[in-house]
């Protein structure tokens, strides 16, 4: 009960201000609108008008902005006349993906190269990052106010679609980066050589270095909030029982979680060491272990739905609340 009290005077005052707005504002006899005609609010607009017609399929988007309209004698709907807050067939678009998670240090995995030294064990390959997350999606914009004030006969259908933009869906998640390959193991070392016959094998060939895990993929970005539904106020003050008004002021709905993003490659191992004189060669045997696969990214949670705006009515007219 005191929320409603408190609508009710906010209602009062609103209706002050819109008769100080319309009374300063410049007067004109009539507006006349042409069946399929579209009309763009670009700013806060008040049209206070002696007359206003309207042909069939006639339609005011206000694109959030406050719309206030003040007429003295009729208005005369010839069909249905609608006032919405956006424009249903603009598209909403998908964040850009972000960088990928930086790749891990790689070396050379052979199987020709000599390694880091005679007989060392590789290098183990870097990890890769985890993607970046995605960015959140962009909150739907809230309906501005309608407020219609008639003093004279009104008649025919009118839709005020005063509800809430969309949210975007959240952006995706980065890719992963990929891991490292490991470094081949190094080259055997012989105990010595004399004229080119080895006496012996003083060290066997190095282990191969393991692959670089790969980076998991980065989280989707969360969705967007819906706008808020904006507040209607219809006063009529004359004979208003020809004309039925078809209302809705829901919130907007949320956007989606964005995608997860997708992981990187796990890395390389590196190839065991290469023999020397005297000394047998382990490339296969010794061979580090590949990087282990990373994990996609979790997709990013809804947005919030918005809140549903304010119908207020003052009159003898039909009024419907539509979906």
Not at 66 to 90: C, H, K, W
Not at 165 to 171: D, E, K
Not at 243 to 262: I, R, T
């Amino acid at each position: 009960m005191r929320f409603f009290l408190k609508h009710i005077a906010l209602t009062n005052w609103l209706s002050l201000l819109v008769l100080l707005a319309v009374s300063s504002a410049a007067a004109q006899d009539s507006r006349f609108l042409k069946a399929g005609e579209t009309i763009q609010l670009n700013g806060p607009t008040i049209w206070k008008l002696d007359r206003l017609t309207a042909q069939d399929g006639a339609t005011v988007i206000t694109n959030s902005n406050p719309f206030t309209i003040f007429v003295d004698g009729a208005l005369d709907i010839q069909g249905t006349l609608t006032i919405r807050s956006f424009d249903p067939s603009l598209m909403q678009f998908l964040s850009l993906k972000p960088p990928r998670g930086i790749d891990g240090i790689g070396f050379n995995p052979g199987p020709g190269s000599s390694g880091s030294g005679p007989s060392v064990p590789g290098r183990d390959g870097g990890a890769g990052q985890q993607g970046e997350p995605g960015s959140k999606g962009a909150n739907g914009r809230d309906a501005g106010s309608v407020t219609l004030t008639l003093l004279g006969r009104a008649s025919g259908k009118l839709r005020i679609l005063n509800n809430g933009g969309a949210g975007t869906i959240g952006g995706p998640g980065g890719d992963g980066g990929n891991g490292g390959s490991g470094e081949q193991g190094g080259v055997a070392t012989p105990q010595r050589v004399v004229f080119g016959i080895a006496a012996g094998c003083k060290a066997g060939p190095g282990h191969g270095g393991d692959g670089g895990n790969a980076g998991n993929g980065g989280p989707g970005g969360p969705g967007g909030d819906g706008g808020n539904g904006g507040p209607i106020l219809v006063t009529a003050f004359g004979d208003a029982s020809d004309l039925s008004v078809l209302y809705s002021l829901s919130g907007g709905p949320p956007g989606a979680g964005g995608p997860g993003g997708s992981p990187g490659q796990p890395g390389q191992p590196g190839f065991g060491g290469r023999g020397a004189p005297g000394c047998e060669g382990r490339v296969t045997e010794r061979r580090g272990r590949p990087g282990s696969t990373g994990t996609p990214g979790p997709p990013g949670p809804s947005g919030r739905p918005g809140q549903s705006g304010l119908f207020i009515p003052e009159g003898n007219f039909m009024h419907i609340q539509e979906g």
